[in-house]
């Protein structure tokens, strides 16, 4: 009983991070109708950017955290100008290459800089396990929790309250009518590469010292924060949420109880179950353009 | 005019083709050789996945993993259970042909960036099923033994004699394609790229085409894993995993997507750029992704196309600068 506990606890936390790449990926495709193949690679530069910050320039934690955010928004900043902007009205397929181009780049020169060897990140509060419900939880995990929390009440505010918000949230239900009012459509995308890159840099950064990041962990976080983002069609935060905390704990689950070795398998499964499930939605989405 | 032009100048540059690959082996230092057999086997590949992506319009992220499939069946078959390595090839394609026709069915509900993670997925997932079923495959350590292909008493045991067989392969294929592109088959898959629905209304079957093209890429990618594992007679399953399906849309986009013959040209610069950029390490990734942005960017027809248009647009301005 402890064990399952432990493991749902552990899949939760896992699941957060996944909940955290998914609304990057709802944003960007919401506002831009692209899926960003680069979004693991984010979450991959967070973790290493905050490794750097800590060990070799020795800022604080706090500073070292709102630092890689930052660096991180600017390159999918870059990316959006540089790579999608010009191909804005290329067909899916090109901009399918066009984002995995820019994965496998950030990839290649993340292993050049940094090497092949996952980095050590210290837990942000010791690494005293804590004890809850018969298990026993790395307190980091605590940390991921909150995060989540924190950014979901952030994007919540952000989404309802705030201008620029309304102007995303419009150019989201429709672009030419958000631009007939007067809402500079070219800048939302930016906005929403922005500000999906810092959110993946965010989770980079509070899971770090739980997985251990290396170069080439983009690829599978990428994954299964898309399968989460399926899970919710795309459009829904809340699902997506809800899709990356389910596929945390059965992926969790799965590992612990049946083989670790198929665990990755096990989420790629549920990949093609949600994407076939969902595929009238994904039309009726599609066919709104 | 123009037509019967390039018509001629076609025939030219394809008897050229072969003639440089008949007397190539004689010409060149043996490493050379067994690059240009690498070349030809990756050719096989990338010239499913331009007609499956460049003139159907339909993406791949998981094409290695027919490539492995198809790798796999004909080591074990012929290594394991002692299979006569042509026949083994033959039930290599069926099967991996099989497999291709299976998944299309629910993967091609889907369309664009959904169809495009669900190949990574199904690619991923065989990859992680190449290295587990360690009992069939020999898990990440591999499977060694596989036996040389022969006709008669002809080995094919070297190099040199290897590169024929490979080359003559590729060259019938591209003749197929070719083919097949120029058909009314070929007609439909471009219609299909542009628009898919406009393409349904004047009745053309458009999932049976999606399907048809996918399961002859497959067994293109079964037919070169065959000849990959009996050209190294090993295999493992470290060279089907997801960096080696990007790798392909790299030689297709270089060479031109929706060009059959370009195949040739960006599977061999991209291996040619490879090579020399190994020694500095995993350079070759960082220029990949550069050429995937910039290609896909600014020259979507491919490099060869691409700077041929440019080219000619940069005469034609000094053409008009001159009068």
Redesign the interface.
């Given at each position: 009983m402890g064990t399952v506990v432990e493991l749902c606890l552990y899949g939760v936390s896992l699941g957060a991070i996944y909940a955290i790449i998914a609304l990057g990926f709802t944003i960007i495709?919401s506002v831009t109708r692209?899926?960003n193949?680069a979004q693991g690679e984010f979450v991959m530069l967070g973790g290493m950017l905050a490794f750097v910050l800590l060990s070799s320039a020795h800022l604080p934690l706090a500073v070292a955290f709102v630092l890689a955010v930052v660096m991180v928004a600017l390159i999918g900043l870059m990316l959006e100008r540089l790579?999608i902007r010009?191909?804005r009205n290329?067909?899916?397929?090109?901009l399918?290459?066009?984002t995995?181009?820019?994965?496998?780049?950030?990839?290649?020169?993340a292993?050049?800089v940094w090497g092949k060897d996952p980095v050590v990140i210290p837990a942000f509060t010791g690494e005293e396990p804590v004890s809850f419900l018969g298990a026993s939880l790395n307190p980091q995990s605590f940390w991921v929790l909150g995060t989540t929390l924190a950014v979901m009440v952030l994007l919540h505010l952000f989404f309802s309250y705030t201008m620029l918000g309304k102007a995303l949230r419009a150019c989201a239900s429709n672009r030419k009518a958000a631009s007939l009012v007067g809402i500079n459509v070219g800048t939302m995308s930016l906005i929403a590469f922005s500000l999906s890159a810092a959110l993946g840099a965010t989770a980079g950064i509070v899971v770090a010292p739980i997985t251990f990041p290396s170069y080439s962990v983009g690829?599978m976080l990428g994954?299964k924060g898309?399968v989460a983002a399926?899970l919710g069609g795309f459009t829904s935060l809340v699902l997506a949420v809800v899709g990356g905390l389910g596929l945390g704990v059965v992926e969790s689950l799965a590992a612990g109880l049946i083989s670790s070795?198929?665990k990755?398998?096990i989420a790629?499964?549920i990949?093609?179950v949600v994407?076939?499930v969902q595929?009238r939605r994904?039309?009726e989405v599609?066919e709104e353009e | 005019m123009r037509r019967r032009l390039l018509g001629s100048l076609k025939v030219w540059a394809l008897s050229a083709l072969v003639v440089a690959v008949a007397l190539v082996p004689f010409v060149v230092n043996p490493y050379y050789t067994s690059l240009l057999i690498v070349i030809g086997i990756h050719t096989l590949l990338t010239v499913g996945l331009c007609l499956l992506m460049g003139y159907t319009g339909q993406v791949s992220l998981g094409h290695a993993a027919f490539y492995g499939t198809g790798a796999f069946f004909s080591a074990i078959l012929s290594a394991s259970h002692g299979v006569n390595p042509w026949l083994a090839m033959f039930i290599a394609a069926v099967a991996t042909g099989g497999m291709a026709y299976l998944v299309s069915f629910p993967i091609f509900q889907l369309r664009g960036n959904y169809l495009a993670m669900a190949t990574l997925g199904f690619g991923i997932i065989l990859w992680v099923a190449f290295r587990e079923l360690d009992q069939f495959t020999g898990g990440p350590s591999g499977l060694s033994g596989v036996p040389y292909l022969s006709i008669g008493g002809l080995v094919f045991n070297t190099d040199f004699k290897y590169y024929y067989l490979v080359w003559i392969a590729v060259l019938g294929i591209l003749f197929i394609s070719q083919n097949i592109v120029n058909s009314r088959t070929g007609r439909a898959m471009r219609s299909i790229r542009s628009n898919e629905d406009a393409a349904r209304s004047v009745g053309i079957g458009v999932s049976g085409f999606k399907v048809k093209v996918f399961v002859l890429a497959a067994v293109y990618a079964s037919l070169a894993g065959s000849l990959y594992v009996h050209y190294l007679t090993f295999v493992s399953p470290q060279p089907f995993g997801f960096l080696f399906s990007v790798r392909l849309i790299v030689m297709a986009v270089v060479g031109g997507l929706a060009s059959i013959w370009g195949a040739i040209f960006g599977t061999t610069a991209v291996t040619f750029m490879s090579e020399s950029l190994h020694r500095f390490g995993e350079l070759d990734i960082i220029l990949f992704g550069f050429l995937l942005m910039v290609v896909m960017v600014f020259l979507p027809q491919g490099l060869t196309r691409g700077l041929m248009d440019l080219y000619e647009r940069v005469r034609a301005r000094a053409r008009g600068a001159g009068r």
């Amino acid at each position: 009983m402890g064990t399952v506990v432990e493991l749902c606890l552990y899949g939760v936390s896992l699941g957060a991070i996944y909940a955290i790449i998914a609304l990057g990926f709802t944003i960007i495709h919401s506002v831009t109708r692209i899926i960003n193949f680069a979004q693991g690679e984010f979450v991959m530069l967070g973790g290493m950017l905050a490794f750097v910050l800590l060990s070799s320039a020795h800022l604080p934690l706090a500073v070292a955290f709102v630092l890689a955010v930052v660096m991180v928004a600017l390159i999918g900043l870059m990316l959006e100008r540089l790579a999608i902007r010009p191909a804005r009205n290329a067909p899916v397929v090109s901009l399918i290459i066009i984002t995995i181009g820019a994965s496998i780049f950030i990839r290649g020169i993340a292993g050049k800089v940094w090497g092949k060897d996952p980095v050590v990140i210290p837990a942000f509060t010791g690494e005293e396990p804590v004890s809850f419900l018969g298990a026993s939880l790395n307190p980091q995990s605590f940390w991921v929790l909150g995060t989540t929390l924190a950014v979901m009440v952030l994007l919540h505010l952000f989404f309802s309250y705030t201008m620029l918000g309304k102007a995303l949230r419009a150019c989201a239900s429709n672009r030419k009518a958000a631009s007939l009012v007067g809402i500079n459509v070219g800048t939302m995308s930016l906005i929403a590469f922005s500000l999906s890159a810092a959110l993946g840099a965010t989770a980079g950064i509070v899971v770090a010292p739980i997985t251990f990041p290396s170069y080439s962990v983009g690829v599978m976080l990428g994954l299964k924060g898309f399968v989460a983002a399926a899970l919710g069609g795309f459009t829904s935060l809340v699902l997506a949420v809800v899709g990356g905390l389910g596929l945390g704990v059965v992926e969790s689950l799965a590992a612990g109880l049946i083989s670790s070795a198929y665990k990755d398998a096990i989420a790629l499964a549920i990949l093609f179950v949600v994407l076939l499930v969902q595929v009238r939605r994904f039309r009726e989405v599609g066919e709104e353009e | 005019m123009r037509r019967r032009l390039l018509g001629s100048l076609k025939v030219w540059a394809l008897s050229a083709l072969v003639v440089a690959v008949a007397l190539v082996p004689f010409v060149v230092n043996p490493y050379y050789t067994s690059l240009l057999i690498v070349i030809g086997i990756h050719t096989l590949l990338t010239v499913g996945l331009c007609l499956l992506m460049g003139y159907t319009g339909q993406v791949s992220l998981g094409h290695a993993a027919f490539y492995g499939t198809g790798a796999f069946f004909s080591a074990i078959l012929s290594a394991s259970h002692g299979v006569n390595p042509w026949l083994a090839m033959f039930i290599a394609a069926v099967a991996t042909g099989g497999m291709a026709y299976l998944v299309s069915f629910p993967i091609f509900q889907l369309r664009g960036n959904y169809l495009a993670m669900a190949t990574l997925g199904f690619g991923i997932i065989l990859w992680v099923a190449f290295r587990e079923l360690d009992q069939f495959t020999g898990g990440p350590s591999g499977l060694s033994g596989v036996p040389y292909l022969s006709i008669g008493g002809l080995v094919f045991n070297t190099d040199f004699k290897y590169y024929y067989l490979v080359w003559i392969a590729v060259l019938g294929i591209l003749f197929i394609s070719q083919n097949i592109v120029n058909s009314r088959t070929g007609r439909a898959m471009r219609s299909i790229r542009s628009n898919e629905d406009a393409a349904r209304s004047v009745g053309i079957g458009v999932s049976g085409f999606k399907v048809k093209v996918f399961v002859l890429a497959a067994v293109y990618a079964s037919l070169a894993g065959s000849l990959y594992v009996h050209y190294l007679t090993f295999v493992s399953p470290q060279p089907f995993g997801f960096l080696f399906s990007v790798r392909l849309i790299v030689m297709a986009v270089v060479g031109g997507l929706a060009s059959i013959w370009g195949a040739i040209f960006g599977t061999t610069a991209v291996t040619f750029m490879s090579e020399s950029l190994h020694r500095f390490g995993e350079l070759d990734i960082i220029l990949f992704g550069f050429l995937l942005m910039v290609v896909m960017v600014f020259l979507p027809q491919g490099l060869t196309r691409g700077l041929m248009d440019l080219y000619e647009r940069v005469r034609a301005r000094a053409r008009g600068a001159g009068r």
